[in-house]
């Protein structure tokens, strides 16, 4: 009786191919599906609506009635473009533009890290069929809706004061709305390289505040540096000044297409950007 070894062939063991991850860069996948985030945030600042709008209208108001009357009794009238202009009204186009500003990065950045870091509802939204994508465009949408809502109460403040008059004003709203979405968009980019709140400092000091100072707000640019003067030409908040400031004269924009294409060209190109550092910041 013969035994026949049976020789057992060995394979080698089977090396599991992940498959490629997207590209980080990809263009933006938006559905309809940011509408529930964007109302789940809405559902919860109508709890805390009138401290919230307080807190934001108060400083400009403040900074108005500061500046505008008490430094501008000093002041009088500012040269814009060869003609004499009340440096109340003077002040108050150009911080109208910086409340947007400031609203909207204010809520893309504490309050949007708050929920992305701190609370992990980003996360709990993501477990239902909600993409990232989604979610960081509501944030960024919310984050406009709150600063044109800001804005539309303090312009309602500075036409009941008697500021000014101009009809052209309405079209005011849609350029505050557009200046939301710029500054939410760049606010977010921070958010996404954020590990504390302690990190918005850089935000704030070495963009925010420059911006401010450099985009004629608080007084003409032509009064700045030739250097300096040629950085203010480019910033968001220069166009936003340059569009807005002749409505609240009863004048179209000087350049108008330009300093719109301005806003629009950082607007996508920020929300781009902090797309793709979220993705990667939950890709990790």
């Not at 760049?186 to 100072?213: E, H, Q, R, V």
């Not at 007084?219 to 250097?227: A, C, E, K, M, N």
């Not at 908040?237 to 950082?266: K, S």
Request: charged share 10%; glycine share 6%.
């Amino acid at each position: 009786m013969t035994t026949e070894a049976t020789t057992s062939t060995s394979q080698p063991p089977a090396i599991a191919v992940q498959a490629p991850q997207p590209a980080l860069l990809r263009p933006p996948q938006i559905s309809w599906r940011w509408w529930p985030v964007f109302r789940r945030n809405l559902l919860v600042w109508r709890k805390l609506a009138v401290p919230s709008l307080v807190g934001n209208i108060a400083e400009p108001l403040i900074t108005l009635v500061a500046f505008g009357y008490g430094l501008g009794m000093l002041i009088g009238q500012v040269q814009l473009n060869g003609s004499p202009v009340p440096y109340i009204l003077f002040l108050a186009s150009g911080s109208i533009c910086m409340s947007a500003m400031n609203a909207a990065s204010f809520e893309a950045l504490y309050s949007a890290f708050s929920r992305m870091h701190v609370q992990k509802t980003w996360d709990g939204i993501m477990n239902a069929p909600v993409r990232l994508d989604d979610v960081v465009f509501a944030e960024m949408l919310w984050a406009a809706y709150k600063s044109l809502f800001t804005s539309a109460v303090i312009l309602a403040v500075m036409l009941a004061l008697g500021i000014s008059h101009s009809p052209m004003l309405i079209l005011a709203l849609p350029l505050l709305g557009l200046v939301g979405i710029v500054f939410a968009s760049i606010a977010l980019i921070f958010n996404a390289l954020a590990k504390g709140y302690d990190f918005f400092t850089y935000y704030f000091s070495l963009f925010l505040t420059p911006t401010m100072f450099l985009s004629g707000v608080f007084f003409p640019r032509d009064q700045l540096p030739g250097v300096m003067r040629v950085i203010s030409d480019w910033l968001p908040l220069t166009a936003a000044v340059e569009l807005i400031r002749p409505l609240f004269l009863d004048q179209w924009p000087a350049q108008g297409l330009r300093h719109l294409a301005v806003l629009v060209v950082y607007g996508v190109a920020a929300f781009w950007i902090a797309l793709a550092l979220t993705r990667r910041r939950f890709r990790n």
